[in-house]
């Protein structure tokens, strides 16, 4: 190897992914009803945003390594061309229309500017890690995915199988404490999905108990400062619930700063991820490790 080619090797941009991830809860939730629920989903085409649609593809059970298993597969996002519609010739800059457009012919099983997001469903955990920038640089945001997962849950032969489906972006371990951290404390709202019976926090239990006993899928909680309070000041048990909203639902926070500033938090706004070099490694291993290390606990 010459001297040049050794600089041109040392100033190559590593290949990297960035993962993150999203929590399911499926309610009722008998044993094996998350992988029913993906596999459901294999090669079920939706609308994800714009002219754009996903579908999962080559889904398959596999075990990672402590013992654990996942189901492994691939979301491909695609553009769906509007058949009918006018056409543009960039270099002549005119409208093509008319006969000229209807000669215009593509294959009718084919969709142009494929993206490829892998993922693996940790079946205990019900949570789906992804590459959130995949190693072509292409980018799939939390809130995009988040959206296509609904819209499958949504579709008709889903929604008779599993009519109770909700999805939440999973924060950084800190987010709450963002949340919570605003100046002087105006506002404070908690969204909490019904959390699974198998999470294992006992409050997560009473809370999933609670719901259930009067029927319901999800509680809203909103908290307002009182005239002539200072602020805010959540107790125990508000943070407890708060916890649980975090990554079965949201929290908002609504403060101002000394300077009269408004400021208004989410920990959906602080989505978990985590980039790591694929340093000539299978992707899907590199998220295994990153399951392993329960980078989110």
């Not at 040392?10 to 992914?17: E, L, S, V, Y």
């Not at 994800?48 to 996942?70: D, P, T």
């Not at 190693?135 to 945001?141: A, F, G, V």
């Not at 949201?250 to 980039?275: N, S």
Request: proline share 5%; hydrophobic share 35%; aromatic share 8%.
């Amino acid at each position: 190897m010459t001297k040049k080619e050794r600089k041109s090797k040392k100033d190559r941009k590593p290949k990297t992914i960035t993962v993150s991830c999203m929590n399911l809860t499926i309610s009722p939730h008998p044993y094996g009803v998350y992988e029913d629920f993906i596999l459901k989903n294999v090669n079920n085409e939706v609308h994800a945003f714009g002219e754009e649609r996903a579908q999962i593809v080559n889904a398959s059970k596999r075990q990672m390594h402590k013992k654990k298993w996942a189901l492994c597969g691939y979301l491909l996002v695609y553009t769906e061309l509007i058949k009918g519609g006018a056409w543009f010739d960039v270099q002549a800059r005119e409208v093509i229309s008319g006969e000229e457009a209807e000669n215009i012919q593509l294959p009718e099983n084919y969709r142009p500017n494929v993206k490829s997001f892998r993922f693996v469903f940790d079946l205990e955990r019900h949570e789906l890690f992804y590459e959130r920038i995949n190693d072509k640089d292409q980018k799939l945001p939390p809130k995009k995915l988040k959206k296509i997962l609904e819209n499958m849950a949504e579709t008709e032969g889903v929604r008779r199988e599993f009519p109770d489906v909700s999805v939440t972006v999973m924060p950084t371990k800190d987010a709450l404490e963002k949340v919570l951290a605003v100046p002087n404390l105006k506002k404070l709202e908690i969204r909490l999905e019904r959390p699974n019976a198998d999470d294992i926090e006992d409050h997560k239990h009473r809370l999933m108990r609670r719901l259930e006993a009067m029927g319901a899928r999800k509680e809203d909680i909103i908290l307002t400062k009182a005239k002539g309070a200072m602020a805010l000041v959540p107790d125990e048990e508000t943070k407890i619930l708060a916890r649980v909203g975090s990554i079965s639902g949201y929290v908002r926070a609504i403060g101002k700063t000394l300077a009269g500033m408004l400021v208004d938090r989410k920990t959906t706004d602080y989505p978990y991820e985590e980039t790591v070099e694929l340093d000539g490694s299978d992707p899907f291993e590199i998220i295994f490790g990153l399951i392993d290390n329960e980078a989110l606990e």
